[in-house]
C-alpha cells in the first residue's frame, strides 16, 4: 500500500533537517570554545607557574655596579659582618664627627649601596649624624642570593655589629627603610629596641603591593613572599615616622596609610611630593625639616636623667 506524504510531512522533514544541521553547527562551535578553554587554562596555568618560580628574580634587582663614593666627596669605611646563615655581608661606616645619633639604613629594592650616596650624604650632613649602610645577600659585594629570611638575617647582623663591635647603645641607633627596605627595618624593630623608626615609602605587605599592581592574578593563592610591613608596625614600640608621597606611583598611597593606620602609639606621618624615586629629593627640604624635628624630639627623650 502506497502512502503518500503531504505537504505537511515534507515541511517537517525539512524542519528536522535544519535542527540537524543547527545542532551540529552549535557542537562544531562548542567543541571549538572548549578547545580554546582548555588552551587558555593551561596558558595561564604555566604564567601562574612561571611566575611562582621566577618570584624571587622578579622582586629582587641586584646590581654589582659600583660607584666611587669618594667622586662626590664621601669617606666611607668598608665593613664586613656575617649574617646568621654564614654568609659575608658588606657595608660602609660612614662616621660624623660629634654625631648625635647612628642611622641604620636598609635601602630599597634595586641596585646596592652605593645607589644611594646621596641619601647616606645627606642623612649625615642634615642630621648630624653617623650613618650605617648595607648590601643584602646578593646584592654589591655581599655574597649569597637574596632572600625574605635573608634579608631579616642581614639587618640583625649589621645591627649587632653595630652594638657590639662598634659598641653603640641601642638607644642611640635609629631604623630606617625606604621600599622594601620599610618592611626589613620594620621586621628589625621587632627584635630589638633601637631609639627610632622611619620608614619612607611603605607597603603593607608583599601580597598588598602586588595586588594592587596585578589584580587580575591571584597572588595571594602563589605568594612565596609575605613582607607584613603592617604587622611587624603593630608590634614595634619605638616612636614611628612614617613618610610616603601622594604620587607614588609603584607603591599606592593607601598602602602607606595601612601601615599607619595598624601602628601603635608614638606615630607621626608626613605626606610629601614627587615620584617613588625623587620624592625624597623633590621634597628635601620639607623632608629633611621634619626628619630631624622627629629626631631631636625622640633623642631628647631617650636621654637619661
Not at 515541511?11 to 557542537?27: A, E, P
Not at 666611607?76 to 659582618?81: A, H, N
Request: hydrophobic share 40%; glycine share 6%.
Amino acid at each position: 500500500m502506497i502512502q503518500c506524504i503531504g505537504p505537511q510531512t515534507f515541511s517537517d522533514i525539512g524542519g528536522h533537517r535544519d535542527l540537524q544541521k543547527g545542532y551540529r553547527f552549535l557542537m562544531r562551535w562548542r567543541r571549538v570554545a572548549l578547545r580554546w578553554l582548555f588552551i587558555t587554562v593551561c596558558f595561564y596555568g604555566g604564567f601562574l607557574l612561571l611566575l611562582t618560580l621566577l618570584q624571587s628574580k622578579l622582586l629582587y634587582f641586584p646590581s654589582h655596579d659600583f660607584v666611587n663614593p669618594q667622586r662626590v666627596g664621601l669617606a666611607v669605611e668598608d665593613v664586613w659582618t656575617t649574617s646568621t646563615q654564614g654568609t659575608k655581608i658588606h657595608g660602609w661606616w660612614v662616621p660624623k664627627a660629634q654625631a648625635r645619633m647612628t642611622i641604620l639604613v636598609c635601602h630599597g629594592n634595586a641596585g646596592n649601596l652605593t645607589h644611594r650616596i646621596g641619601l647616606v650624604r645627606e642623612l649625615r650632613k642634615r642630621l648630624h649624624a653617623n650613618v650605617m649602610i648595607f648590601d643584602y645577600q646578593g646584592y654589591g659585594k655581599s655574597q649569597g642570593s637574596p632572600s625574605e629570611q635573608g634579608t631579616y638575617d642581614d639587618a640583625k647582623a649589621v645591627w649587632d655589629f653595630l652594638v657590639n663591635i662598634r659598641q653603640i647603645p641601642a638607644h642611640h641607633i635609629v631604623l630606617f627603610g625606604r621600599s622594601l627596605g620599610t618592611s626589613i627595618a620594620a621586621h628589625l624593630a621587632t627584635r630589638v629596641q633601637p631609639a627610632a623608626l622611619i620608614l619612607d615609602s611603605p607597603f603593607s605587605s608583599f601580597v598588598d603591593v602586588a595586588s594592587a599592581h596585578y589584580p587580575w592574578i591571584p597572588v595571594r593563592w602563589i605568594a612565596r613572599f609575605r613582607y607584613e610591613t603592617a604587622e611587624y608596625v603593630k608590634q614595634r614600640t619605638c616612636p614611628l615616622l612614617l613618610i610616603h608621597s601622594r604620587d607614588d606611583e609603584i607603591i599606592p598611597f593607601r598602602l602607606g596609610q595601612k601601615c599607619f593606620q595598624q601602628a601603635k602609639e608614638p606615630k607621626e606621618f608626613l605626606s610629601i611630593q614627587g615620584s617613588h624615586n625623587d620624592g625624597f629629593y623633590v621634597s628635601l627640604s620639607s623632608y629633611m625639616k621634619k626628619v630631624d624635628e622627629f629626631l631631636t624630639k625622640t633623642m631628647a627623650q631617650n636621654k637619661p636623667h
